[in-house]
Protein backbone atom coordinates (compact mmCIF):
# COMPACT_ATOMS: atom_id res chain seq x y z
CA UNK A 1 0.00 0.00 0.00
CA UNK A 2 1.52 3.31 -1.36
CA UNK A 3 0.89 6.23 0.99
CA UNK A 4 0.49 9.65 -0.24
CA UNK A 5 3.19 12.32 0.35
CA UNK A 6 0.60 14.08 2.68
CA UNK A 7 -0.05 10.57 4.85
CA UNK A 8 3.42 10.05 5.11
CA UNK A 9 4.46 13.13 6.28
CA UNK A 10 1.38 12.89 9.08
CA UNK A 11 3.14 9.13 9.93
CA UNK A 12 6.37 11.11 10.28
CA UNK A 13 4.70 13.91 12.40
CA UNK A 14 3.30 11.37 14.46
CA UNK A 15 6.22 9.41 15.12
CA UNK A 16 8.46 12.10 15.78
CA UNK A 17 5.58 13.98 17.97
CA UNK A 18 5.29 10.45 19.83
CA UNK A 19 9.37 10.33 20.29
CA UNK A 20 9.49 13.86 22.12
CA UNK A 21 6.64 12.89 24.08
CA UNK A 22 8.28 10.21 25.34
CA UNK A 23 11.63 12.18 25.59
CA UNK A 24 10.06 15.11 27.49
CA UNK A 25 8.10 12.23 29.58
CA UNK A 26 11.63 10.44 30.60
CA UNK A 27 13.46 14.26 31.74
CA UNK A 28 10.54 14.78 33.93
CA UNK A 29 10.34 11.90 34.96
CA UNK A 30 14.04 11.84 36.15
CA UNK A 31 13.47 15.56 37.37
CA UNK A 32 10.45 14.54 39.71
CA UNK A 33 12.46 11.61 41.31
CA UNK A 34 15.28 13.98 41.72
CA UNK A 35 13.33 16.93 43.18
CA UNK A 36 11.56 14.30 45.55
CA UNK A 37 15.15 13.39 46.87
CA UNK A 38 16.18 16.42 47.34
CA UNK A 39 12.87 17.28 49.34
CA UNK A 40 13.17 13.61 51.66
CA UNK A 41 16.49 14.76 52.50
CA UNK A 42 15.51 18.39 53.43
CA UNK A 43 12.42 17.00 55.37
CA UNK A 44 15.16 14.53 56.81
CA UNK A 45 17.46 17.19 58.18
CA UNK A 46 14.68 19.48 59.48
CA UNK A 47 13.44 16.82 61.48
CA UNK A 48 16.82 15.67 62.88
CA UNK A 49 17.01 12.07 61.57
CA UNK A 50 20.20 10.67 60.60
CA UNK A 51 20.46 9.35 56.90
Known amino acids: ?3 SFREQGL ?4 NYLGLTFA ?3 GIA ?3 FSYKLL ?4 DMQGELGYLP
Open 1 to 3: MKL
Open 11 to 14: QHGL
Open 23 to 25: FAL
Open 29 to 31: GIW
Open 38 to 41: ELNK
